[in-house]
């Protein structure tokens, strides 16, 4: 049972332009989002994060956008950068627990 | 300050042997928590550790068993290893009572087992 999804396995897009990565969950208990970006060889680095009580928060050129009636959560880069390019995961942590729950991965290319 | 590290970067094992893999957390963490990383997939919650007891654990049989030290290090022990034990072993340290559940990412231990 898949509580966290990632629906895109791969994206593709022009460098300066707007990558938009999706996210859908199943469980409303989780109360905490959060984005990780991950290069070969390396462990996830974390991005950004929301909270349940808010429907968006930006850093720099990452913005998440948190719909809870949706079940749905996206990651917005702009401008894109080649070196964006990486596996994006979204995560989600039910409320009073210490766990991450992860999607499967959204493989982002940045072309120049 | 100091990331997460872990150790070994990589390992080899037979089917039916045991391992331990280490991990040091970020200066000022107190909690670790383990994931299993198979290939193409999202990294899995194994357990975590909080002043040195296990603080939740996920679908794992008990032979993934762990440890925290007074200095906030952390082991992940696998007895009666099995094929579908290869992947990427990943510890994450965060700290109780700051920024609700941020974990921050060593580079991975990789596990073969054949």
């Known amino acids: 049972d898949q509580q966290v999804k990632q629906n895109s396995p791969s994206l593709s897009v022009q460098e300066g332009r707007i990558s938009i990565l999706n996210c859908d969950y199943t469980n409303s208990m989780f109360d905490y989002f959060l984005w990780y970006k991950k290069y070969p060889a390396e462990g996830p680095t974390f991005l950004i994060s929301?909270?349940?009580?808010?429907d968006k928060n930006e850093d720099g050129r990452f913005t998440v956008f948190l719909n809870k009636s949706a079940k749905h959560l996206s990651l917005h880069i702009v401008p894109s950068q080649p070196g964006d390019s990486a596996v994006y995961f979204c995560a989600a942590s039910p409320l009073n627990t210490g766990k991450l729950i992860f999607g499967q991965g959204t493989t982002l290319q940045v072309k120049p | 300050e100091t990331g997460v590290t872990q150790s070994p970067t990589h390992l080899i094992k037979t089917r039916g042997q045991q391992v331990t893999l280490r991990c040091s957390s970020q200066s000022g963490h107190n909690t670790v928590s383990w994931y299993q990383q198979a290939l193409g997939q999202g990294p899995q919650f194994i357990f975590q550790y909080y002043r040195e007891e296990e603080n939740g654990r996920g679908n794992f049989p008990p032979r993934f068993s762990g440890l925290q030290f007074p200095n906030y290090s952390s082991e992940l022990n696998v007895n009666a290893l099995e094929l579908d034990d290869s992947a990427l072993y990943l510890c994450?340290?965060?700290?109780?009572?700051?920024?609700?559940?941020?974990?921050?990412f060593g580079p991975g231990t990789r596990l073969t087992v054949l």
């Open positions: 929301i909270s349940s009580i808010k």
């Open positions: 994450a340290s965060s700290q109780v009572g700051s920024v609700r559940d941020t974990q921050y």
